[in-house]
């Protein structure tokens, strides 16, 4: 009997020996935050990107956490290979300040664990938070800003570009393209910020930029430009009945005019030569009996002329001066005209107060404004970010390794929706992050001994205590054989 029981101990010796360590309820839960913003997607030690070599190294102080990647991703990347997951990820181009403080004060406030940020960005300090960043600054020479101009007179587009450099004084080549125009300008360029002017003969809807060269941060190579119509700006002049006021602050709330719009003076009464859109007062009767003449449809569509002419009895005379061309006619009456020199206006030879009611006033004076205000143009793009469903990329930024992430518009290029709509998203300059500091690494040692303090058993496993009761009840029987 005691010889079996001497056997179920040493079986059970071997099991809890070579049983999985017990986690105790005060083991630790570590998070890594792993931020593949900007900064952190440019090229790293070993040519991967940063965000990949930092994971790397913290991958070897916590081979175990719970990982939250800034932006997210739909995968989650959990347990021993995590690292391994991570370097998987797409690159981005976006400013994910916002997004990691966020994640970093949510992992801070759900508990009590270890949360270590790999990122170069400054986020909230805590005792419980532990950041790490890539082993050095990216080197970088690229396209900041993008702007366009393009002259009224001969149609010549005035480019500026703004580059910022973190590197040492070199040469580059910078090339503008927009459609068949294209100009190049050899660069000298320095530590810093300068911006570089170059003309086109002409622009179409999009502008690029690149520079020429090779560094950390591919993205901001190339920008672009997509041109846009401006709304205008609206001006009274003189004293304006209170429904053409209402209307005109309707207008100009619902259309913001920008620096390039052009600006719409609006008069009621005697014309006025620096007025766009002109209302006069009618004079001379209409004849009801004649026939209905609409000219251009860009300001007579969507309008039930029928209806809304049968309110106006009489109409003034043509303002003095060439180029006026009828646009709403009824037999020999001229009731509305434009002309598109000296300058482009709209003259109405009527008011009525029961007209100014209807809602083809409204349609009729929107349609107005917008073809007075067609000649101004605007150039713009936006930095990286989440984009509505229905586009998608046209033209994309380089990418040198790795793979990118285009579906929520995450990196540079023109993105597109349907057969008009068209989009510029810019990289714009590389944030100076921090790098690892000694501090971070011993900070990163204490939690892996921390770590690994918890997890070891807080007292005997099961199975060693079996081994201790059977050698226990062996004893008991061996003695009393030999007292016996």
Not at 170 to 184: E, K, M, N, P
Not at 227 to 241: K, M, N, S
Request: net charge negative; proline share 6%; glycine share 10%.
């Amino acid at each position: 009997m005691g010889i079996l029981l001497l056997l179920a101990a040493a079986l059970l010796g071997i099991v809890g020996a070579a049983g999985p360590w017990l986690k105790t309820p005060q083991q630790q839960a570590i998070t890594v935050i792993v931020d593949r913003g900007a900064s952190m997607s440019a090229r790293g030690a070993g040519g991967v990107a940063r965000f990949v070599e930092a994971a790397r190294l913290v991958g070897q102080y916590v081979p175990r956490a719970n990982v939250v990647v800034v932006p997210p991703v739909n995968d989650l990347l959990t347990g021993t290979d995590w690292a391994v997951g991570v370097a998987k990820l797409p690159r981005t181009a976006l400013d994910t300040s916002a997004l990691l403080a966020k994640a970093a004060r949510e992992a801070l406030s759900s508990g009590g664990d270890p949360v270590v940020v790999v990122s170069d960005q400054p986020v909230e300090k805590s005792p419980r938070l532990v950041e790490i960043g890539p082993m050095a600054r990216p080197a970088n020479a690229g396209i900041m800003a993008l702007a366009v101009r393009v002259e009224t007179a001969g149609g010549k587009a005035q480019v500026m570009v703004s580059i910022a450099s973190n590197m040492a004084d070199h040469d580059a080549d910078l090339t503008v393209t927009s459609d068949a125009h294209s100009a190049t300008q050899h660069l000298h360029i320095a530590m810093g910020e300068a911006n570089y002017f170059l003309t086109l003969d002409g622009a179409g809807d999009v502008v690029q930029a690149e520079l020429s060269g090779s560094d950390d941060w591919e993205a901001n190579h190339r920008a672009w430009v997509v041109r846009h119509g401006a709304w205008p700006r609206v001006e009274a002049r003189g004293q304006l009945p209170p429904a053409l006021r209402r209307m005109l602050d309707d207008y100009q709330a619902n259309r913001r005019p920008s620096e390039s719009s052009a600006v719409v003076g609006v008069s009621a009464g005697e014309p006025m030569a620096d007025a766009g859109l002109i209302w006069t007062a009618g004079i001379s009767p209409v004849a009801g009996d004649g026939a209905l003449q609409l000219g251009d449809p860009q300001l007579t569509g969507d309008v039930n002329w029928t209806e809304m002419l049968a309110v106006v009895h009489a109409t003034a005379d043509l303002p003095a001066g060439a180029g006026w061309t009828p646009v709403v006619s009824r037999g020999a009456s001229v009731l509305i005209a434009r002309r598109q020199q000296p300058a482009r206006q709209v003259w109405v030879g009527f008011w009525s107060d029961d007209w100014a009611s209807r809602a083809g006033f409204v349609v009729f004076c929107t349609r107005a404004l917008d073809w007075l205000g067609g000649g101004g143009q605007t150039f713009d793009s936006r930095g990286p970010g989440q984009l509505p469903a229905g586009w998608s990329a046209a033209t994309l930024a380089p990418c040198e390794f790795g793979t990118v992430a285009i579906e929520r518009a995450y990196w540079p290029g023109v993105y597109r929706r349907g057969a008009t709509s068209l989009l510029a998203v810019n990289a714009g300059s590389l944030p100076d992050g921090r790098v690892v500091e000694p501090g971070d690494w011993e900070r990163m040692g204490n939690l892996r001994k921390e770590a690994a303090g918890h997890d070891v058993r807080a007292g005997m496993a099961p199975e060693l205590l079996a081994v201790a009761a059977l050698l226990a009840a062996a004893a008991l029987l061996w003695l009393g054989f030999n007292l016996s």
